[in-house]
């Protein structure tokens, strides 16, 4: 959650005087859930050491748009606009659900 708000601060502070930002962020994701129970698995743990890096931090949080939005607004962003859309994705077939989580592979 620190490293976040510190993210966002370093935009703020980036930005032109009334300057525009855009962000597209995952807030929650079982992906996020089958990462943390592999790290913890003896079996995978070595490998994904350092798994809690790669969890959005709004993954166990009840309202990540009104935290979000909060974090900007404490910061000094204006004019904020924070959506939570809950997305479904279906795959037809095993091999295009495997290409799909190698492609996002953050683990060596």
Sequence with gaps: YYFFRSVM???????????????????KNHIFDIYKIMGQDPCWKNYMSDYQKYISPYNYVLNPAGDLKKI??????????VEHK?????????????????????FE
């Design 86 to 106: 809950h997305k479904t994705y279906f795959f037809n077939n095993m091999k295009i659900l495997k290409s799909t989580f190698c492609s996002i592979k953050c």
């Design 72 to 81: 900007l607004q404490s910061i000094g962003f204006k004019n904020i606009r």
């Design 9 to 27: 601060e370093n935009i703020y502070h980036l930005l032109k005087e009334g300057g525009d930002m855009v962000l597209n962020l995952i807030a």
